[in-house]
């Protein structure tokens, strides 16, 4: 299990990027932060895996003495979410810094606002990697105004579901391949990866697992990704969005949090489910109000993208079943060759 954290040196993975739908069009009327939230300001579809500028708005760099640790989501004026491993206990507040409106990490902009970190409110049942409530908020040392380039998600309410197969993106500064940092001047990335349910990706992480590592696909989880590979979220990318489109705004479905080498087969990313955490969003920070999001339509059963368990699962009972079977055979033999002696 890896999370997708920055901090330290850490193993990385690989991550190929694809590129994105169109987005929506902004210029609709600026009404209050909830009213803005979740649009995007450009309808364009870019090559490669790297964003436009003010393509994913809320997206921010939290820096940790100097350093791109981790990724987050704006939500408000003063509030970001992440993940709560991007801010262990060791670490004092004064050195990190959130950076908003950047495209480039390393080209200076001046769209671009960077903030210190007034609170940082990790959830206290997170305690390592793998277990629950990889989620943190932090407030920022004073609020922002928003612009084309800095602009808030929408926080699903906790009633939301979003349907299996959904294409939603994970956008980060993350590692690109295997121990491969993404190159100067580190343009912000983009991946379309579609939603995997809980029970899917539990059965994914069965196949080929190590039983000294176990992975659990736990309740406040959700897994997005391609079965196959090749395509992952991987370090650095962690706390920051997955982004979903519901009937023309983006929703923050996940937090990026953690996978098993970032991009092999059937190790899909793990995200904290958003939605599970609404109540607690709202019990600490009563101004952000998490938004019902309108059902598109029901969730279809996702079983067969692990088909290739029940395929694996029968070889392997095949594997148990052996000696079983050949048990009675060997007795039998036995058998025949003392009555044969007589
Ligand atoms: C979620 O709750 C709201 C009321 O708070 C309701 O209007 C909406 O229909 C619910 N959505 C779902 C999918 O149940």
């Known amino acids: 299990m890896a999370q997708r954290a920055g901090l330290g040196s850490g193993r990385l993975e690989a991550v190929a990027i694809l590129l994105l739908l169109g987005l929506f069009q902004s210029g609709m009327g600026a009404d209050g932060a909830e009213a803005l939230c979740g649009m995007a300001s450009q309808a364009r579809v870019t090559g490669g895996g790297?964003?436009?500028?003010?393509?994913?708005?809320?997206?921010?760099?939290?820096?940790?003495?100097?350093t791109h640790v981790c990724g987050g989501s704006l939500v408000s004026e003063e509030w970001v979410l992440s993940a709560a491993h991007c801010f262990p206990r060791e670490h004092r507040k004064e050195d990190y810094e959130v950076k908003l409106g950047a495209d480039k990490l390393d080209s200076y902009s001046t769209e671009a606002q960077v903030r210190t970190v007034a609170q940082i409110i990790s959830h206290t049942s997170y305690r390592?990697?793998?277990?629950?409530?990889?989620?943190?908020?932090?407030?920022?040392?004073?609020?922002?105004?928003?612009?084309?380039?800095?602009?808030?998600?929408?926080?699903?309410?906790?009633?939301?579901s979003?349907?299996?197969?959904?294409?939603?993106?994970?956008?980060?500064?993350?590692?690109?391949?295997?121990?491969?940092?993404?190159q100067a001047p580190r343009p912000l990335q983009q991946l379309e990866v579609p939603l995997i349910s809980r029970e899917t990706c539990n059965c994914l992480y069965n196949i080929n697992a190590k039983p000294d590592e176990p992975h659990f696909i736990q309740?406040?989880?959700?897994?997005?990704?391609?079965?196959?590979?090749?395509?992952?979220a991987c370090q650095g990318d962690s706390g920051g969005p997955l982004s979903c489109?519901?009937?023309?705004?983006?929703?923050?479905?996940g937090i990026v949090?953690?996978?098993?080498?970032?991009g092999a087969p059937n190790r899909p990313?793990?995200?904290?489910?958003?939605?599970?955490?609404?109540?607690?969003?709202?019990?600490?920070?009563?101004?952000?109000?998490?938004?019902?999001?309108?059902?598109?339509?029901?969730?279809?059963?996702d079983s067969n993208l692990c088909s290739n368990h029940l395929a694996f699962n029968s070889a392997a009972a095949q594997g148990l079943l052996g000696p079983i079977l050949?048990?009675?055979?060997?007795?039998?033999?036995?058998?025949l060759g003392a009555w044969h002696e007589h």
């Open 128 to 160: 390592q990697e793998g277990s629950q409530g990889d989620i943190a908020l932090l407030r920022l040392s004073s609020p922002i105004t928003f612009s084309r380039y800095i602009r808030p998600i929408c926080l699903p309410a906790a009633n939301a």
């Open 245 to 253: 489109p519901v009937g023309g705004l983006w929703y923050l479905a």
């Open 50 to 66: 790297s964003a436009a500028p003010g393509q994913w708005p809320w997206q921010v760099s939290i820096t940790y003495d100097g």
């Open 326 to 335: 050949l048990l009675p055979l060997s007795l039998t033999l036995g058998f």
């Open 219 to 232: 309740e406040d989880m959700v897994c997005a990704g391609h079965v196959k590979g090749g395509k992952d």
């Open 162 to 182: 979003f349907p299996n197969g959904l294409q939603c993106t994970v956008t980060g500064w993350g590692h690109v391949a295997p121990s491969v940092s993404l």
């Open 269 to 301: 990313g793990v995200y904290t489910l958003t939605s599970s955490y609404a109540s607690w969003i709202n019990h600490h920070v009563a101004k952000l109000q998490p938004r019902v999001v309108p059902q598109i339509h029901e969730s279809q059963p």
């Open 257 to 262: 949090s953690w996978g098993d080498a970032c």
